[in-house]
């Protein structure tokens, strides 16, 4: 960008016309999202070039044209957004995480886990505690299946 507000502000003249080369544009559309600089620049160019610019011929049928989609914008948003708070509450996942936890222990699932692990861990194998436990934890699935 040029230092000098004159150039700067013909510069966005330029690229609200749409005559600068692909490169300048491109570099001028990165500035436009990242520098509030940039951003404040641009729209004094658009606001000088005002009278160029073309107009809504209708401005009128325009405004009702919005007004008449918003509101079944909303009522689309409030359809959808209703099933998917309830399914997206934290309680809902606690209690889900609090059921199977309840179920976990009722079935002796912890209980069975902590007396093989207590078991590998007091044997005086060579074998590393990790094979231990894997082949405990295969032996034990593999009898669950049965």
Do not use: C, V
């Not at 959808?80 to 934290?90: A, E, I, L, N, V």
């Not at 194998?125 to 295969?138: G, N, V």
């Amino acid at each position: 960008m040029s230092h000098q507000p004159q150039d700067e502000l013909e510069l966005w003249r330029s690229y609200i016309r749409g005559s600068l080369d692909s490169i300048t544009e491109a570099r001028l559309d990165a500035l436009l999202q990242g520098d509030e600089a940039a951003f404040a620049a641009y729209t004094a160019a658009l606001s000088s070039l005002e009278s160029e610019l073309p107009g809504l011929e209708d401005e009128a049928a325009y405004m009702l044209a919005i007004m008449e989609i918003l509101p079944q914008a909303k009522l689309s948003k409030e359809r959808g957004g209703s099933r998917k708070s309830w399914t997206r509450h934290p309680l809902l996942h606690y209690a889900i995480a609090a059921t199977l936890t309840a179920l976990l222990l009722g079935s002796g699932l912890f209980d069975l886990i902590a007396a093989e692990t207590d078991h590998l861990m007091n044997q005086a194998d060579a074998s590393s505690l990790s094979e231990r436990m894997m082949e405990a934890t295969a032996g034990w699935l593999d009898s669950w299946k049965r």
